[in-house]
């Protein structure tokens, strides 16, 4: 089934969700400057970054994957469905962004496949007000 490019007022037609080549550049690139401008004017979000990109971090993400492999599952979608899921991503229960002295605290770190951890941002995102 064809879905209709995301651009507002656009009318192409794609086998996939998304963007049509057109329209792909330009979403990428306003979506990377509002990141840019965001960090630039929030300084909690711009030291969680340089955080999640220092060394200790990239330590302490493999340590969290390492001793726990699989998806944690927080919404039991996996459990549902009767299968299990690498995890290849880690979680902040409590942000970096307000809470950057737990950010390499093991206890407040959730291994979650890629899925899971776009639903627990997105629900973030709704409940703070945005997109």
């Known amino acids: 089934m064809k879905t209709p490019c995301?651009?507002?007022g656009c009318r192409a037609l794609l086998d996939r969700s998304g963007y049509c080549e057109r329209h792909a550049k330009a979403a990428n690139a306003s979506r990377t400057d509002y990141d840019r401008t965001r960090r630039r004017t929030d300084q909690s979000l711009a030291e969680a970054k340089r955080i999640?990109?220092?060394a200790a971090w990239s330590?302490?993400?493999?340590?969290?994957?390492?001793?726990?492999?699989?998806?944690?599952?927080?919404?039991g979608d996996h459990a549902r469905a009767g299968r299990t899921a690498t995890a290849t991503q880690v979680h902040h229960i409590r942000p970096a962004a307000t809470h950057p002295e737990q950010t390499l605290d093991l206890d407040n770190l959730m291994s979650v496949c890629t899925r899971c951890h776009a639903r627990i941002e997105q629900a973030a995102r709704r409940e703070a007000g945005g997109v």
Request: hydrophobic share 15%; net charge positive.
């Open 59 to 75: 330590r302490v993400r493999r340590i969290k994957l390492t001793t726990s492999p699989l998806c944690e599952d927080p919404h």
């Open 52 to 54: 999640r990109s220092s």
């Open 6 to 8: 995301r651009y507002p």
